[in-house]
């Protein structure tokens, strides 16, 4: 059956302009600190309003765990900090001012594996470090069974990563080494099309993972469900390559590298583009002058699993503008009353619903299990190796308008409770 | 948020679309007659579906009609008005509508009002096909299988145990035709059958070989008869089949792995 799931997945076609040819450098005029997607952290803000912060200082840190740390990611002065009840963060404005500096760390402190961890903690690394199961940071002193570098990406109108590789490949294998010092298992380079050129650094716990172009095939957890399936007790990382590179830059000179590779794509612009941008960019300034006339949207993310949001998001390397159109009027009270209330209707097994997962697992006895509640059968079927944005093309494909998305994130907090107590 | 089109509505008008060939040639080989029964029969699931709408807030789906199409094809001749319209709305109450509609039904309704007009008046003859309509089976599987929403597995586990039967000289022509059409339009149902691949093939396959056995030693059975029953057969096992399969692709993981 191998030759049969190579070409699993789909593709499904996203309207976009013709991109412009060439990247450039951008450094947005107003950025903010965003938490990472996921469970909300509780943090202390290191900094003052008003402030003048340097590129890559720490601005704010975890409530419970001082070490792990969120840093600027521009040089600037702090405009705002906005804080939701019991202090979650929910945005530090920062103004460009680019004489304020860079932060420079001592790469010394990383010789020992306590102080790799200090130092990514404090150099702010961390936060793009993301767990399964149940997504978000790791904690300050978990070891992962695996960690996963994804250099593949399929997600509709999504950046390659391999182009943002170029000329780094000795910072990267700076960054594989430090990782493969977190965890005592593999750490797999997930690539899609030609590996040859990664092949030297398959060594030791090194390896290479080949993926195919469709959809979900490069997804993180469908990679993690298929190459090292997450745990209650086993947990596995997963970071792009880019920031791997970006590790290796910091192990290197102390400064940790913030830009990024990202394309801004979909149906509300006149042209595409690719450009080097830093976390937390101000998406409407990178938007201004390439968006089509006309009420539009501006999202984090591809179109799948984005989310409408004035800043670029941690982890996040595309920007999705899509037109804005006019809600459906509404029904009539009683036709919605009658036809409405059943919500998004049963999943029915259809081969787009096995490609939406890639075909690594029963598609439909999991779907039936998200909707039923039924948390051990979910957990069978590999549940905590998966996160959201895993299941955003069967989202999408089912037309449930991210119900699916909510059912999962609804179960991993509910396992999470329970495994908790 | 963008939204795909693969909805439970979607799914029934491409089954409807896969049967498409099936119903115009029985349509022309059955004329009025048939075209009367097919109205009755979607009539009375039509009512069902709107009370259930009422009193449920359950939104009809226009998979009825392709219920109403193997009823009408398939349930025994001659009947009458009540004895039909009760078969129906048995079939597609207790088979579908109580459970909340076409998507989380357990069995295909058509099935079961199928048994239950045959296993309630068996003096009724059961209906023929010709080969014409035979044959309008092979494409209405064909585009099912290629929009994706017949299960392949299910039909190519069926076809093989069958061509195993026919080289065995086990199945008459006959039978053959009213086995194809019932794999068509009642086992291949993409939510009674079996949601994994292994059981999918199991499901199609023990289908192939229920028809083969009642075939042989069920004296005096009718074709549609003997698929009909082993369609039920085959239904009512295939969440048995969905749980081993799924039983064993854990264990497969279990040791590929060391935990799921």
Redesign the interface.
Known sequence: MAFLSTGAGLN?E?QSPLEVSGTTDVITEEAALCPPVGPAVRVTPLVQEDEVVARGSAVACLRHNPEICFTAPIAGRVARITLQPGRLLSEIVLFRDDGAGVETHDPKLAETDAGLRRLMQSAGVWPWLRRRPFGGMPAQGETPSAILVMAADTRPLSPDPVEALGGREEDLARGFGALARLTNGPVVFCTHGDAAPWRSFASGRIQIAERGTRHPQASAGICVHGL??A?LD?PVWDIHAEDVAALGTLLRTGILPMNRLVRIAGAGLREARRLRTHPGADLRQLTRRIAAPGAHVILSGS??DGHAAHWLAPRHRQVTV?PRYEAPRRQHWLVS??????GA?????????TQAFGAVL?A??FI?ALEAGDDE?A????LLSLLEEDVALAD???????QLMAQLRAMLDRIRREYAA | ?????????T?AALLLAAYLPLAAFWLWMGGVAALGQLGLVALVIGIWHLVF??LR???PSLAALVTALAIAMLAPENLGVFRLSLGVSFGVVMGELVF?????NVVNPATVALAFLGFGFPTFDWPGFDAPVAWAALPAAGIGVA???L??ALVAGAVGVGALGVAAGLLSDPVLFAAGIVLVLLVAD??ASA???VGRWINGALYGCLVILFATYWTGAAPVQVAVSAALLASLAAPLL?EA??AL??AR?RRR?G??
């Open positions: 499904p996203f090292c399936p745990g086993t179109p799948l899509l009353a009658l036809t409405e209330t059943a209707g049963p999943a029915i097994p259809t081969a787009a619903l029963p439909a006895p039936r059968t957990m069978n079927l590999g999408y494909v089912l037309c449930h308008g991210g | 948020m963008m939204r795909g089109l693969w909805t439970r509505e799914v709408m009422l807030a359950q939104p909340g509609g076409w998507g989380r929009l994706g929403v299960p392949a993409p939510v949601a994994t691949t969905d399969a799924l692709w854990i993981r792995h935990r799921t």
